[in-house]
């Protein structure tokens, strides 16, 4: 598996506190089949997390891939971010302050729970013309999206990509999360299943709990492609698989 969604980089966000975590993280990881996992520490959050593609960012990856690796823990960490939607986020794509999964173009996205549906279109459509290419972050969890699924259909059209949550499937997030996240499978509207993880304790990367879960009802080819084709092809900046998507007035 590619887990595309983590906070795994050491005290610089609301993830990993210490190295140690980092590594507990990464076990965890590789011991649920994980092969590559992204490091995507929020950023842009105005005086909460200011965090850029910047030396910080790069210090703690390099703290923590070095540390992977002296542990002998197999498997590749990537660099990304979690990229907090701002009025300027255009301004700071063009100043080069971000990084796309693993040095693409696929730029793994966030909003404010709460956000405004138009706000959330205005600023995906500004992204895709500013050369990048809207990757949202646990898509299940806005309110806008709970409200109106159908918003999902539509980013598909304008050629963005969703990301779940593999904690959502198993009720870590609330029931309307849980609700949407398996209505947008239903659907076929999830590009990849990542974990967000945060903790080696809590929203672990333990990615094959929500697999085995989700096998029990779903082909496992499915799966497979939402859990390592897809994030894989993102994380090499090629096209992922798109899915037959079912419209919301034909029942599944």
Request: charged share 20%; glycine share 6%; hydrophobic share 40%.
């Given at each position: 598996m590619v887990d595309i969604h983590s906070h795994i980089l050491p005290g610089i966000d609301d993830g990993a506190v210490t190295v140690y975590d980092?590594?507990?993280?990464?076990?965890?990881?590789?011991?649920?089949?994980?092969?590559?996992?992204v490091a995507t520490p929020h950023c842009n959050i105005p005086g909460v997390y200011?965090?850029?593609?910047?030396?910080?960012?790069?210090?703690?990856?390099?703290l923590a891939k070095d540390a992977i690796e002296n542990e002998g823990i197999p498997i590749t960490l990537l660099p990304g971010m979690e990229v907090f939607a701002t009025d300027d986020l255009p301004e700071v794509i063009a100043a080069k302050k971000l990084v796309g999964l693993n040095n693409t173009q696929n730029l793994l996205m966030e909003f404010d729970f709460g956000e405004d549906p138009v706000f959330a279109e205005n600023i995906l459509r500004e992204v895709k013309n500013s050369g990048m290419t809207p990757v949202i972050a646990h898509a299940e969890r806005y309110m806008f999206v709970q409200e109106n699924p159908e918003t999902v259909l539509q980013w598909h059209g304008q050629g963005y990509f969703v990301q779940v949550n593999k904690g959502s499937f198993l009720g870590k997030f609330g029931r309307n999360a849980e609700k949407t996240a398996f209505l947008l499978l239903n659907h076929n509207l999830i590009t990849a299943v990542a974990s967000d993880s945060h903790s080696p304790v809590h929203r672990t990367p333990y990615m094959s709990d929500a697999y085995r879960y989700l096998a029990q009802?779903?082909?496992?080819?499915?799966?497979?492609?939402?859990?390592?084709?897809?994030p894989t092809l993102l994380c090499t900046g090629k096209a992922p698989i798109?899915?037959?998507?079912?419209?919301?007035?034909e029942k599944v």
């Amino acid at each position: 598996m590619v887990d595309i969604h983590s906070h795994i980089l050491p005290g610089i966000d609301d993830g990993a506190v210490t190295v140690y975590d980092t590594l507990d993280m990464a076990d965890l990881a590789f011991r649920s089949g994980t092969e590559q996992i992204v490091a995507t520490p929020h950023c842009n959050i105005p005086g909460v997390y200011d965090n850029y593609f910047d030396e910080a960012y790069r210090k703690a990856f390099k703290l923590a891939k070095d540390a992977i690796e002296n542990e002998g823990i197999p498997i590749t960490l990537l660099p990304g971010m979690e990229v907090f939607a701002t009025d300027d986020l255009p301004e700071v794509i063009a100043a080069k302050k971000l990084v796309g999964l693993n040095n693409t173009q696929n730029l793994l996205m966030e909003f404010d729970f709460g956000e405004d549906p138009v706000f959330a279109e205005n600023i995906l459509r500004e992204v895709k013309n500013s050369g990048m290419t809207p990757v949202i972050a646990h898509a299940e969890r806005y309110m806008f999206v709970q409200e109106n699924p159908e918003t999902v259909l539509q980013w598909h059209g304008q050629g963005y990509f969703v990301q779940v949550n593999k904690g959502s499937f198993l009720g870590k997030f609330g029931r309307n999360a849980e609700k949407t996240a398996f209505l947008l499978l239903n659907h076929n509207l999830i590009t990849a299943v990542a974990s967000d993880s945060h903790s080696p304790v809590h929203r672990t990367p333990y990615m094959s709990d929500a697999y085995r879960y989700l096998a029990q009802e779903y082909p496992e080819d499915y799966l497979n492609d939402l859990f390592t084709t897809n994030p894989t092809l993102l994380c090499t900046g090629k096209a992922p698989i798109q899915f037959q998507k079912i419209p919301f007035d034909e029942k599944v």
